[in-house]
């Protein structure tokens, strides 16, 4: 009886350190600006950095999509676009220079995938430097958008003022050319659509996976970054490194999944 009761107290303490967990990252639980149609939000995540984060419909619902807003002695460094269309962008770069007193000095593309590129000919039109890996660039043109600098691939690690900025290709996961950020002042990684909150069920959007490879590539990240402290994923609610971890367990879960169904 004392076993029984020694294993729920572990469960009920667990599951306690758990909720305290999300709740601690909860969007909710830090500063945040929205503009005035509630579907842009800027959300403070250190003195530095703050998320921004869109809101746009894909097959009947409504989702979310983060990036980051960097904050130099240069400018700001953006990482992907709004999600929806240049117009959703220009709004996320007046939100920007009016909170924040700064310009957008450059802009990184994580992959080609319309949430993290859409709002790219906006970033343009105001002649901001946008770049990414000659994959992202690819596919981009392939898929009806201007092409970033390819240049990441050569020049991943970037200091932008007092900021130095890393990107990083682990290999393909949730598309081809997924990459991930580091800030390492901050020891925060910008993991994006290769990695899933810790409320995610299941991976998602799987057109362009690749999900053999997929988590080979987060331990990549994984083994890069043994240091980081936070992890902001391309949606839902930001954590810590036990996110990288919840994605290897939705993929290995995935791969059940399908095996399972082959017999069916």
Not at 2 to 18: A, E, N, P
Not at 22 to 39: C, E, F, G, R, V
Not at 94 to 118: C, E, G, N, P, R
Not at 174 to 182: E, L, P
Request: net charge positive; with cysteine; proline share 3%.
């Amino acid at each position: 009886m004392k076993i029984v009761y020694r294993l729920l107290l572990t469960l009920f303490v667990t599951l306690i350190s758990f909720h305290n967990q999300i709740s601690a990252y909860s969007k909710t639980s830090s500063p945040q600006l929205t503009n005035q149609d509630k579907s842009i939000t800027l959300t403070k995540l250190n003195d530095k950095v703050w998320a921004h984060t869109s809101y746009n419909d894909w097959n009947g619902q409504t989702y979310d999509h983060n990036g980051l807003v960097v904050s130099t002695s240069q400018g700001v460094v953006l990482i992907d676009t709004a999600w929806g269309n240049d117009q959703k962008t220009e709004e996320l770069l007046k939100m920007i220079k009016k909170h924040l007193q700064k310009k957008v000095v450059l802009a990184f593309i994580t992959h080609a995938h319309d949430d993290s590129i859409s709002g790219i000919r906006a970033l343009l039109k105001q002649g901001i430097d946008v770049r990414s890996t000659k994959l992202t660039a690819k596919l981009a043109k392939a898929y009806g958008y201007p092409s970033p600098k390819p240049t990441l691939d050569v020049n991943p690690i970037m200091k932008v003022g007092d900021i130095v900025i890393e990107a990083f290709y682990p290999g393909e996961g949730h598309s081809q050319d997924n990459i991930t950020v580091w800030l390492p002042k901050s020891k925060l990684l910008f993991g994006g659509c290769l990695i899933k909150s810790l409320g995610a069920s299941d991976l998602g959007n799987l057109s362009d996976a690749n999900v053999e490879q997929w988590d080979d590539s987060v331990k990549k990240v994984i083994e890069k970054y043994p240091h980081v402290k936070t992890v902001v994923p391309g949606h839902g609610n930001w954590g810590d490194k036990s996110l990288l971890f919840h994605t290897i367990d939705l993929i290995k879960q995935h791969r059940v999944n399908s095996k399972g169904n082959d017999f069916k």
